[in-house]
């Protein structure tokens, strides 16, 4: 099948219309799907249980011209995941730990497969990322085996119907390709050697504030803004300062003025974006309310998958109602004159928070601090409005009723998460992404077409006479 042009990337073509999971052959054999490409983020499809195997551009050349592709079979090494997600931590966390353990034990060359417990707790969009950082730690593949839980998505997105789904199923029961990630806490699979790694030592960070080299975990963010503070290296300041803004806010070091979402780094993933809009959904359900003198910006970028998720999921009107706006330029928003003057008269250490590297030039000079965090801190931060601030320990503000609010009580959980994407999200989108396969564009619907099995190549055609392989 040829995928007509302004369809997106070739990966999310592959991802989200093109694979099978299982084949039902013309001759009503059924075998796994599999993939070759010279495409590295090809890579990928290995997290939706479908093995991709990257080759050179003269072999996939070689079997789409017929000829048969010969493979040496790699060391298979296992990679067991066990354990569960910490407080705060975030698909970004998750995948960023476990591709920075991979690079440190050394996988190259081999393949890599998922097991153990720890599995089940990943969403397909972490498996097709863990995946699709293969080549960053130099595995052939990065396989996760298809489970319930994707069978279960696969079956939202409505491209199979009940008695697809169900062939299928039997058949991956059968030949016993459909893992219970559960069973192997006590049966584990046979592997080359096994590799071990617990998602309770995956830690939510920060990178700050002088530069965002320097990874700070979230509960010593505090502490660590304070030594830089008074370190003669770091701003060389040990006299507290507080500057009235209001009755209610004072201008303190550490204190809040920038908050921005951008597109890129962070919030390139529009899962970690659904879940900030959650959580600003839960904010404003609550009662709470961002310091009016903190500067805020959402820039979604030219993501549409971004966007696409935003609105589908009602979330984008609580993201505006805390004050990030896709229509406010932090470049040309300066921030009020009694904020300059108490800052340059104060010599204050402001802080601004960010999701894009690319946005740090960007804001306001008098910010001398920023840290680099995802969408979610982001806007946790801005609640609070400083840095120097416990989650664990102290409330972001008061509810209606003149009760505490903790961080934690209005963080959305991962399955949460899920579950948003999967009632109001995935269909929909999947929907979308068919019909726009399906129906190309004037353009292509315009080229002349054969109605033939193979390429009707010209009689005078060196490409098709020439055995070069």
Not at 12 to 24: A, D, W, Y
Not at 444 to 466: R, T
């Amino acid at each position: 099948m040829a995928i007509p042009p302004g369809s997106g990337i070739p990966l999310m073509s592959h991802l989200e219309f093109l694979n099978r999971i299982v084949i039902n052959g013309d001759d009503h054999v059924m075998y796994p799907d599999s993939v070759l490409g010279s495409e590295p983020r090809l890579a990928a499809m290995n997290g939706m249980g479908i093995l991709a195997w990257g080759l050179r551009g003269i072999e996939i050349e070689s079997a789409l011209l017929g000829n048969p592709v010969t493979i040496a079979i790699p060391e298979v090494i296992g990679y067991k995941i066990s354990g569960d997600f910490g407080e705060f931590v975030t698909s970004t966390d998750v995948v960023l730990a476990i591709t920075k353990h991979l690079c440190s034990v050394g996988v190259g060359g081999a393949g890599v497969e998922f097991f153990g417990g720890g599995v089940a707790k990943l969403s397909v969009g972490d498996r097709t990322t863990i995946s699709n950082m293969a080549p960053e730690y130099g595995a052939l593949f990065a396989f996760f085996a298809v489970d319930q839980y994707q069978l279960d998505h696969v079956k939202k997105t409505g491209r199979f119907d009940d008695d697809e789904m169900r062939r299928m199923e039997s058949y991956l029961r059968g030949s016993h390709l459909l893992r219970k990630y559960q069973d192997e806490e006590r049966e584990e699979p046979v592997y080359s050697k096994v590799i071990e790694f617990d998602l309770s030592s995956v830690q939510t960070s920060l990178s700050g504030p002088m530069s965002f080299k320097h990874r700070v975990p979230l509960q010593k963010v505090s502490t660590q803004f304070e030594d830089v503070l008074k370190d003669c290296n770091g701003y060389g300041i040990s006299r507290p300062l507080s500057i009235s803004l209001s009755d209610e806010f004072q201008l303190q070091h550490g204190s809040i003025l920038l908050a921005g979402i951008s597109s890129c780094t962070n919030a390139s993933n529009p899962s970690v974006m659904l879940a900030a809009g959650l959580l600003a959904k839960k904010a404003i359900e609550t009662g709470l309310s961002i310091p009016f003198y903190i500067k805020r910006s959402l820039c979604p970028g030219s993501s549409s998958l971004t966007i696409y998720y935003l609105n589908k999921s009602g979330v984008l009107p609580y993201l505006n109602q805390l004050g990030f706006c896709c229509d406010s330029d932090p470049a040309h928003s300066p921030l009020p004159d009694l904020i300059k003057t108490s800052i340059e008269k104060g010599d204050v250490v402001a802080v601004g928070v960010l999701s894009g590297n690319r946005s740090a030039g960007r804001f306001d000079s008098l910010t001398r601090a920023n840290y680099l965090a995802s969408p979610l801190l982001v806007i946790a931060y801005a609640l609070a409005g400083s840095v120097l601030v416990n989650f664990n320990e102290k409330p972001l503000g008061k509810n209606r009723y003149g009760d505490p609010v903790y961080l934690r009580d209005i963080w959305p959980s991962r399955r949460e998460i899920e579950e948003v994407e999967r009632a109001l999200v995935v269909p929909g989108l999947f929907k979308e992404i068919q019909i726009k396969i399906k129906e190309g564009n004037p353009l292509w619907d315009s080229l002349l077409s054969f109605n033939h099995a193979l390429y009707p190549w010209q009689p005078n055609s060196i490409f098709k006479e020439i055995r070069i392989f």
